[in-house]
Nanobody, 123 residues
Framework: QVQLVESGGGLVQAGGSLRLSCAAS????????MGWFRQAPGKEREFVAAISWSGGNTYYADSVKGRFTISRENSKSTIYLQMNSLKFEDTAVYYC????????????????WGQGTPVTVSS
């Protein structure tokens, strides 16, 4: 069974940090482009960050560049999102996703999704 399971979300004050994890199972993890997306209440899903299968290439939304870091450990079939200097506007449900393709920013091209983990940043 193919599955992505996120963890690490929670409540944090503005300026604080959180580290999200996404554990994969049932897929050839090291072959997949992996991404993080988020959806705030009343808003559309948006791209946050992505990492190539080897970890050699990373991609970020302008809104998180310099504050968030995506990484992966293929030996553990896990990706991470280190989020620093969190802002109120980072509040959202964060989803990890897997893509067999090579277009990192388009959510429509990711075909495996986790259930999401909520992040709430208090101002």
């Amino acid at each position: 069974q193919v599955q992505l399971v996120e963890s690490g979300g929670g409540l944090v004050q503005a300026g604080g940090s959180l580290r999200l994890s996404c554990a994969a199972s049932g897929l050839a993890f090291s072959s997949y482009l992996m991404g993080w997306f988020r959806q705030a209440p009343g808003k559309e899903r948006e791209f946050v960050a992505a990492i190539s299968w080897s970890g050699g290439n990373t991609y970020y939304a302008d809104s998180v560049k310099g504050r968030f870091t995506i990484s992966r450990e293929n030996s553990k079939s896990t990706i991470y999102l280190q989020m620093n200097s969190l802002k109120f506007e980072d509040t959202a449900v964060y989803y990890c996703a897997a893509s067999a393709g090579a277009v990192p920013r388009s959510g429509d091209l990711y075909h495996i999704w986790g259930q999401g983990t909520p992040v709430t940043v208090s101002s």
